[in-house]
């Protein structure tokens, strides 16, 4: 062999146990772990079909939609924005992105690449829209897709998404909204609200492992795919394959792609969770966990970045770093000492903030208590070392 087997292989594989509070991953339940654990099974096998089946069914619970088009694409939820745009823009169509934040901005960049004509409506990091503001620019620029984030997790903002639809639909334009980050922990009504196509993460509120981005398409979305006039510009994301091996339209299942069973186990069972919870208490209990720790936060003298509560996401809460400590301590000490993890900024907000994510399986009294112990010691650490540098 020109290449000799690596030493680093021959040792047994070490996995830490951390308590996962940045923005997602965050932990998965004993039960969830359990059934990722379960015998590998074929992706054409008619028991994975089932599973599949029953992940449409949460799906749609969770989304509450009726749409027939709704699946799951192998994928991160930075792959279900990519499925969306790349299924619904086509060379030359208009797309109006939201952007207060990085995934305003990704958005940006997809669509681009997919040769639509991009135009952004912008506001600070930290704010989020009015209506009049989306109605504005959608009656400005009449595009063809209104791309919006529902959480935008780089800044803990949310994004009231009820009565945008109405607007879109006006103007005969389709509304696609990302929930990767709100998904849970925010009402959602994708058939009431006239939302056209809307996708998630496994890995936050739904506590399954990442890797899987459950996606949905209204009837006009899926018209919309079908009446194109040139190929979806990837195969991978193409619903109009991708959805028949998940059985949306009615016909014979075909071949997609190998499929990882075991995280369909995993999502199956945090579907399950959440359905066994009741969606409503799901997201009462991620509101009710953010309110103890914006009080916590106070009593350590920390000022949340997103100023007024109305447009706080509640499962990632984003905190304006103060002047007398380097955050990288903050995020070290917690990591080296305690074994859990609080993030920095991302995008637009590095350097500016840290972000506690609160979803899911985490989103507990004691876990929120546990961050704020850590962040009390941690911030305190850091001080100190601040101090011997002066």
Sequence with gaps: MDVQPPQVLKTPLQVPRKTLMGPGPSNCSPRVMNAIGQPILGHMHPEIFKIMDDIKEGIRYVFQTANPLTLVVSTSGHGGMEAVLCNLLEPGDTALIAINGIWGQRAVSMATRYGARVVTLETEVGNNFTLAQIENAVHKHKPTLLFVTQGESSSGVYQNVEGIGDICHRYGCLLAVDTVASLGGVPLFVDRWGIDAVYTGSQKVLGAPAGLAPISFSPRAQERIFARKTPVKVLYWDMTVLGDYWDCFGRSRVYHHTIASQLLYGLREGLALVVEEGLENVIQRHQDCAQRF???????????????????????????VPDWVDWRDVVAYAMKNHFVEI?????????????????????????????????GEALHYAQGVQRSKL
């Design 343 to 375: 993030s920095g900024g991302l995008g637009p907000t590095v350097n500016r903030v840290f972000r506690v994510g609160l979803m899911g399986y985490n989103a507990t009294q004691d876990n929120v208590d546990l961050v704020l112990r850590v962040l």
């Design 294 to 320: 914006y009080q916590g936060l106070d009593k350590l003298g920390l000022q949340l970045f997103v100023e007024d509560e109305y447009k706080r996401l509640p499962t990632v809460t984003s905190i304006t």
